[in-house]
């Protein structure tokens, strides 16, 4: 399909789904659910549907392919790239998704008992999720405006420059937080590591703060508002 649409981007669509595969793989491979497994499950998915239907729009609505893959591309050589996709973005995003899944995968293999770790987790999870899936809808409210400013300064983005973003990482670690009860602790957080670094590191922040440098107001908005954790805005 990204051959035909020549779009690599849709490839972002796919980022939420490739966790329920991953899910589906555990399925096949045993299917007696718990009651944690159940919950883990659940809450995954319901992750992985919002954020790919809400990629999904606005990779309809776009008739160009994403700035960012364009710009990968180009580096490449000329040569196969079709191919050079396919390994360096498509199966590396494959890769990534079973890392970022592991607490999900311990949680399968030991099937732990429900205790309060479990209720925490959730917790955790349901408070990351309302955050991501709260500034996302506040994000596509303001860029359907007609007439409105270079950036959106209010609603949760007045207190995180990408609530979004610490919303999604808020949510695998209520993840890890269930996977701590059991023998491979360490294998779970270190999914809800991965994501962390991806996001703070790699293909989140740093691309969103380099493509709203020289906006208006970016200065004076970058000044007073905390980059990931939602902050009162400094007034000095």
């Not at 690599?8 to 497994?37: C, H, K, M, Q």
């Not at 199966?91 to 890392?99: H, I």
Request: glycine residues 6%; hydrophobic residues 50%; contains cysteine.
């Amino acid at each position: 399909m990204s051959v035909k649409l020549r779009r690599i981007d849709i490839v972002d669509a796919a980022w939420g789904t490739s966790f329920i595969a991953v899910i589906v793989a555990l399925w096949v491979r045993n299917w007696e659910p718990t009651s944690v497994t159940f919950l883990v499950d659940l809450l995954v998915a319901v992750w992985g549907l919002r954020l790919s239907w809400h990629i999904l729009r606005r990779f309809l609505r776009s008739s160009e392919q994403d700035e960012r893959y364009t710009v990968l591309i180009n580096n490449w050589p000329p040569r196969y790239r079709n191919v050079q996709a396919f390994w360096r973005i498509f199966l590396l995003q494959a890769v990534l998704a079973t890392l970022i899944s592991l607490p999900v995968i311990v949680i399968h293999l030991y099937r732990p008992e429900a205790t309060w770790t479990s209720f925490a987790g959730m917790l955790v999870w349901i408070i990351g999720f309302g955050l991501e899936a709260v500034a996302d809808l506040q994000l596509r409210r303001f860029l359907q405006r007609p007439r409105r400013a270079d950036l959106l300064q209010d609603g949760l983005w007045q207190y995180s420059r990408q609530p979004n973003y610490f919303g999604e990482i808020t949510m695998w670690w209520g993840i890890a937080l269930i996977c701590s009860v059991t023998p491979l602790w360490w294998l779970g957080s270190f999914g809800a590591v991965v994501i962390t670094y991806l996001i703070c590191f790699v293909s989140g922040i740093p691309p969103a703060e380099a493509r709203a440098v020289g906006k208006d107001g970016w200065t004076d908005y970058k000044r007073r508002t905390s980059v990931l954790v939602p902050w009162p805005p400094k007034r000095w």
